[in-house]
């Protein structure tokens, strides 16, 4: 049975509707991710499986449970980690800790013996008597997924983890959910980080104007959404193009973009050789591999949605 199960979910506010009869599952032990750009519906879809907002039509279920009788109950058994870190910056971190830790009526000594363990699990026990203050970013989010983890939840939210972090307060943030997922915690995400998909999640949902546009593991969307391989070519301005259409027989696809070619094929070597031969002489050539962000810009476009 799936922990987290959901049917023609919508949530509207007022006429607006910020998610359209949606479809998913989550999985006991798995890492499941919403991913998509800013108004896609991922945050509204996280508040109603917390508990906090309720759904306005369809069918919903946490933990064998339906949110509209069994919220306290369901919210018992989740960590919830904001997308906005709210700790309470006068106190120490491990007061932080504490006064969560009180609110889900923890005895004392089985709460002090936990907050010593988060706070090695958050690799915070140096500064537990530190006011959180003058933390740094990357400690101060290790500190609210230590602060979501005080009652042992079975299954972690997670909103936008890694917003506005440093690349190595990210790496250090992503180590600590992996040894969260190997304790067999299951953790749900959204985010717009790409690399971030790719790296946490066993399975997402792409969502784009409230409505689900592909789900699938990392590799799977990669595979049906796009190619094995994309090459990018820069041309001189105002010739990309002119140059688009001789190459496009070497690909899938070509994409023209201000400031480069994008050609998909399954051969990257193979599609740089030919244009090497053909003489077009691009002021630069990369061949990569396809990623989690081509499927995402195929699926839901280049414009910016406010």
């Keep these: 049975m799936a922990l987290i199960a959901a049917r023609r979910l919508v949530k509207r506010f007022g006429d607006f509707i910020a998610v359209d009869g949606i479809d998913f599952d989550v999985r006991r032990g798995e890492s499941f991710g919403f991913l998509g750009p800013n108004g896609a519906g991922k945050s509204s879809t996280m508040r109603m499986v917390a508990c ?4 306005s039509g369809g069918e919903l279920t946490i933990l064998g449970l339906d949110p509209d009788v069994d919220g306290p ?7 919830v980690v904001p997308q906005e870190d709210n700790l309470d910056p006068e106190l120490t971190v491990r007061e932080n800790l504490w006064v969560y830790g009180r609110y889900f009526d923890l005895p004392k000594r089985q709460l002090s013996d ?9 690799q915070l ?21 230590a602060r979501s983890l005080v009652n042992d939840p079975e299954v972690l939210l997670l909103d936008e983890p890694t917003t506005g972090l440093d690349p190595q307060a990210r790496h250090a943030l992503w180590d600590r ?21 790719e790296q946490l999640c066993d399975r997402l949902v792409v969502m784009d104007r409230g409505r689900i546009a592909a789900e699938g593991s990392p590799r799977s969307l990669i595979e049906r959404f796009s190619t094995k391989e994309v090459v990018e070519l820069r041309f001189p301005p105002g010739e990309s193009e002119q140059m688009a259409g001789k190459v496009s027989d070497l690909g899938e696809r070509v994409e023209t973009l201000p400031d480069r070619l994008l050609l998909y ?26 990623t989690l962000e081509d499927v995402f810009l195929n699926l839901t476009g280049r414009q910016l949605v406010d």
């Design 52 to 55: 906090v907002s309720p759904r």
């Design 73 to 79: 109950a369901i919210r018992s058994r989740l960590g």
């Design 114 to 122: 936990r907050i010593d363990q988060l706070l090695a699990f958050a």
């Design 125 to 145: 026990s140096e500064r537990a008597d530190d006011r959180v203050e003058p933390l740094s970013g990357g400690m101060k989010r290790r500190l609210t997924i």
């Design 177 to 197: 959910l992996y040894r969260l997922k190997a304790q067999g915690v299951t953790l749900v995400l959204t985010t717009h980080y790409m690399d971030e998909a």
């Design 265 to 290: 094929t399954s051969d990257g070597d193979a599609a740089v050789e030919a244009i090497g031969a053909r003489r077009l002489a691009p002021l630069s050539v990369l061949a990569r591999r396809s």
